[in-house]
Structures are given as structure tokens and as C-alpha cells.
């Protein structure tokens, strides 16, 4: 069954520390993985995606994520965290079947310590 | 992104009540989706519409009831509701191709008394 796992739901940082999210899927084909994040009382942004090529994916505001096939993983890193950046992450993998649904994962809300 | 815009943002309503969520994208796109997000759950999948048509519907009870008139625009009817439908809708649309991104609006929070 496809799947999309987020062992850490919180985790605290203080601000300027680096940053690592975990995320790890099952899916049967080669995975399109994104990660969105989710500031309170809004929709989720588009952080970063990987289809194919470099497994090291760049974002915005500073993210990167690393696809490891062998792992099964796609963890969402920041070598400095800013305070803005306390939101909910959501790690996703698709598309399932031909109507491009993604699958989530539970989210890791990130707390920033000033 | 302000690409995907949901009306209202807001909506508190009774258990006999009929209201609707409305979506609408100015991305042209031709996909449309609505999820459902509880506290504690991971986003739930609710429908997906492909150039209008209903190309899946994630066992969701008769008392949603969506609507695409068009690519641009989606809307869900509520009617009946339980208070355990409170929530988060949130509404995304893409490009029906494989390698393209889903982009969701604000979302439309419902509490249901």
C-alpha cells in the first residue's frame, strides 16, 4: 500500500539551528515527492518537489530536501531556521493513479525557540 | 499563492442547515480537488474532477455533495451535517499531467453545531 510516514510530529528548534524533517514513503513506482508547508489558518505552499535527476532538490525560503531511493526517504532540511519558519511541513507522494491524487503524510509541526 | 481563492474563509453552521463552499482557480487548470483536514489526521481526499467530470470520489458521505461547473470553478454543498464534519476544506487544482504540482488555496474552515 502507498504510504507516506512522518515519524516526528513536533519538534522544537531554536532559531538559527539547522533543520531536518523526516519523511519516509512506500510506494510501488518511482515517486514524485513534495513537501508543502502550512502556516496557521492558511492553505499549504508548495516548498519543494522531486520528479527525476539530481536527488539534491533546492526550494524556496531556503529548503532542501535529499531523495534517497535506498532509504525510502525524502527529508526536508535548513542549515538555519528563521522564526517565520514555525509552520506544519507535510511530506506527500504521487501522483496515485491517473487522477494525480498525492498521498500525505500526518504533517510535523515545527516550533521555533527565539 | 493566490492563485487558488476559496470562499467563505469562515462558515459556522447547524446541523440542518444547507451552505456551500465555493473554490475557484485562475491557474488554467483542469483538475480540481477537495480535501478535508482534521486535527491530528493527515489531509483526507475527498473528490477529484478532471475537465469537469468526477473521476473520484474517496467514499465520502451523500451529505457532500460537490459541483464542477467548469475547470475554473468547484464547489461543495453541504447539507445535514455532523459536528464531527467540522474541519478545515481545503481546495487544490493542477494540470492533468503526471509530473505537474497541486496548488491549494486558503482552505474554508467549517464548525458545525
Known amino acids: 500500500a502507498q504510504s507516506v510516514t512522518q515519524p516526528d510530529i513536533h519538534i522544537t528548534v531554536s532559531e538559527g539551528a539547522s533543520l531536518e524533517l523526516r519523511c519516509n514513503y512506500s510506494y510501488g513506482a518511482t515517486p514524485y515527492l513534495f513537501w508543502y508547508v502550512q502556516s496557521p489558518g492558511q492553505g499549504l505552499q508548495l516548498l519543494l518537489k522531486y520528479f527525476s535527476g539530481d536527488t539534491l532538490v533546492q526550494g524556496i525560503k531556503g529548503f532542501e530536501a535529499e531523495f534517497k531511493r535506498s532509504q525510502s526517504s525524502f527529508n526536508l532540511r535548513k542549515p538555519s531556521v528563521h522564526w517565520s519558519d514555525a509552520a506544519e511541513y507535510f511530506c506527500?507522494?504521487?501522483?496515485?493513479?491517473?487522477?494525480?491524487?498525492?498521498?500525505f503524510g500526518q504533517g510535523t509541526t515545527l516550533q521555533v525557540k527565539p | 499563492e493566490t492563485g487558488v481563492t476559496q470562499t467563505p474563509r469562515h462558515l459556522v453552521m447547524g446541523m440542518t442547515n444547507k451552505k456551500s463552499l465555493k473554490c475557484e482557480q485562475h491557474l488554467g487548470h483542469n483538475a480540481m480537488y477537495w480535501y478535508k483536514q482534521s486535527a491530528k489526521k493527515p489531509l483526507e481526499l475527498m473528490f477529484v474532477y478532471n475537465f469537469k467530470e468526477q473521476t473520484e470520489n474517496n467514499s465520502v458521505p451523500s451529505r457532500f455533495s460537490p459541483e464542477c461547473p467548469n475547470s475554473s470553478h468547484l464547489f461543495l454543498h453541504l447539507h445535514t451535517l455532523q459536528p464531527e464534519d467540522s474541519a478545515l476544506y481545503l481546495c487544490a487544482s493542477r494540470y492533468s499531467g503526471s509530473q505537474e504540482t497541486q496548488y491549494f488555496g486558503p482552505g474554508t474552515r467549517l464548525l458545525v453545531l
Open positions: 506527500a507522494v504521487g501522483p496515485s493513479g491517473n487522477t494525480g491524487k498525492l498521498i
